[in-house]
C-alpha cells in the first residue's frame, strides 16, 4: 500500500494507472476507520482495479464551534486497518495544499443542504460537496463510495455529481451497526461508558418506529411523535423527520420508499442515524 | 465533423477517444462564431489530438433583463466555419438536459464575481463557472481555450478550475481585433452602422491610455480619468478599471502587468474590451 501526502503526486499515480486502463473505486474518509468505512473499501475493491481511500479531517465542513480540532485522529492505526483491507493508495493531504491561501470557491448544493442537519450545521454541506468536488477531480474515480449512514451527504453527493455532470457513480452502501445496533461512527468514541449504553435508544426507537408502521401506521406526524418520545429520556432530539431519500422533503403519508432520519445529542455528542423503509 | 446534442452521447465519444489515448482540447463557445473563436480552435488543434467546440447559449449566465433570448444564433454558419477550421465535434446539448428540472447546484467563485461586470451582471460569473464545470466533466478536456477578451471570465475560470483541482490546463489567447480595432464579439452584430463606427472608440481610447503609461504616467485614477473622458462622447462607461490580472484588485500604482478593463453601452449595446500592460 501507498501513502501519499502531496496532490501532485497523486495525480501522477492516477495518470500512470489510467494509462494502465485500471478503474479506480474511491473511498473517501475523514479516518479514524471502523467496520463501516472498510464495507466501504470492501465494495471498491470488489468493483474496480483499485481502492483509493483518502483521509482528510476537511475543515470547510466543521462549523466555528464544532468539533474540528478535537475531531478523532489516529493514521497508524488507520493504515494498518488499511492495508489489511487491501486499499492500494492512501491519499491524506494537507490543509495548505487542499485550500491555498487565496482559496475561495465553493460547490452549492441549494435547499437540499439547508434541511436536516444542514439547520443546525450551517455550511457543512457545502463544505462537504467542495472536497469531495476536489477529490474527484484529483482520484478521478470510476466509482466513489459512501455510506448510508450520513443519508444527508449522501443525497448532497448524488445531486451535486448529477448537476455538474461528474464522471463518477455514486454508490452508497448499508449502515453497519454494533452489535446492539448503534450506527457506527468515529464519533462514538466521544462517548462516556453510559452515555455509550443509552445511545442505543436511537436503534431501538427506529425498530420500533419500523415496526409500528409494518402494523399499519402511515402517519408521519404519529411516527415522528413516537420516535421523540421515545428517545427524549436518554437524549436531546436535534430532528426527527420522515422524508423523501433524494429530496429530504417531508412526506405527508408514509407511502413508498420513505427515510425517517433522526439527529440526537446524548450528552454533549451529536449522533445521527437513519433507517429507509418501503412502505 | 460531428455534431452531438445528447450529453450521453458526447460521454460514449469521449470516452472511446480517452481509450485511444487522444489528448482533447475543448473550446467552449456560445456560437455566432467570429476569428477569435476559431483562433481558438486553431491553438486546439495544434496542441492536442482532437478539437472539441462546444456551442450553447447557456441561461444559467443570462440576468432577467439581459439579451438571452435575442442572442445571435447561426448554427448552420457556424457549423460551416467549424469544419473548415477542422474541429472534430461540435457538442451543442439543449436546455433540458443541461438543466434538469430540479437543478440546484452552483460553481461559486466568491469576490472574483462580484467585481467588474459582476457589478452590473449579478450571478453571471456563478452561471459562467457552473456551465464551465459542467463542460469540464462531460468533455473531460486536457486543455481548454479561452478568449482574453473576456478578461475577467477568464480569471474566473482559472481561479474555480484551480480551487476545485480540476485536471484541465486553462489557456488564454490574446483579443483578435477587427481590421479598424474593435474587439471582435457576438454582439458587435447589434450594433447600427453608426453606433459600429462609434464603438471603435474603445479600442483607441485603450491604445492612447498605453501610450501615456509608457510616457511615464502611472497614476492610474489619470489613466482611467483619460480613457473615461475619451470614451464618453461616444458611449456610456459602465465601468473603467485597472486592476491585477488575476486577482481583478485595483492597483494603486501602474507597475509590473497590469489590466485596464472596460465595459461600455454604445447605443443600447454593451460591450466590453481590455488590455494588458508591462510597465
Chains 1, 2 share one sequence.
Do not use: W
Amino acid at each position: 500500500m501507498q501513502l501519499i501526502k502531496s496532490i501532485n503526486k497523486v495525480k501522477k499515480y492516477i495518470n500512470r494507472q489510467k494509462k494502465l486502463g485500471k478503474t479506480i473505486g474511491f473511498v473517501p474518509t475523514m479516518g479514524y476507520l471502523h467496520d463501516g468505512h472498510l464495507s466501504l473499501v470492501r465494495a471498491a475493491k470488489k468493483e474496480n482495479d483499485l481502492c483509493v481511500m483518502s483521509i482528510y479531517v476537511n475543515p470547510l465542513q466543521f462549523g466555528p464551534r464544532e468539533d474540528f480540532k478535537k475531531y478523532p485522529r489516529n493514521l497508524k492505526a488507520d493504515m494498518k486497518l488499511a492495508i489489511s483491507a487491501h486499499v492500494d493508495l492512501i491519499f491524506c493531504p494537507t490543509d495548505k495544499e487542499m485550500y491555498e491561501q487565496d482559496f475561495t470557491t465553493l460547490i452549492e448544493v441549494g435547499a437540499l443542504g439547508n434541511l436536516l442537519c444542514g439547520l443546525s450545521r450551517p455550511g457543512h454541506f457545502k463544505g462537504v460537496a467542495t472536497v469531495v468536488g476536489k477529490f474527484f477531480n484529483i482520484i478521478q474515480p470510476d466509482v466513489a463510495y459512501f455510506g448510508q449512514k450520513d443519508a444527508q451527504q449522501a443525497a448532497v453527493i448524488r445531486k451535486f455529481t448529477r448537476d455538474l455532470n461528474y464522471p463518477v457513480k455514486i454508490k452508497v452502501m448499508p449502515i453497519v451497526r454494533e452489535s446492539d445496533g448503534l450506527a457506527m461512527s468515529s464519533r462514538n468514541t466521544y462517548l462516556s461508558l453510559e452515555e455509550r449504553s443509552d445511545a442505543v435508544i436511537i436503534y431501538k426507537a427506529l425498530q420500533k418506529a419500523k415496526k409500528l408502521i409494518e402494523l399499519g401506521n402511515h402517519n408521519p406526524t404519529i411516527i415522528k411523535r413516537f420516535i421523540v418520545d421515545t428517545i427524549k429520556e436518554k437524549g436531546k432530539i436535534d430532528y426527527v423527520e420522515i422524508v423523501n431519500q433524494d429530496t429530504l422533503e417531508r412526506v405527508k403519508k408514509i407511502k413508498g420508499k420513505i427515510l425517517i432520519a433522526v439527529a440526537v445529542r446524548i450528552g454533549k455528542v451529536r449522533l445521527i442515524d437513519n433507517l429507509v423503509i418501503k412502505a
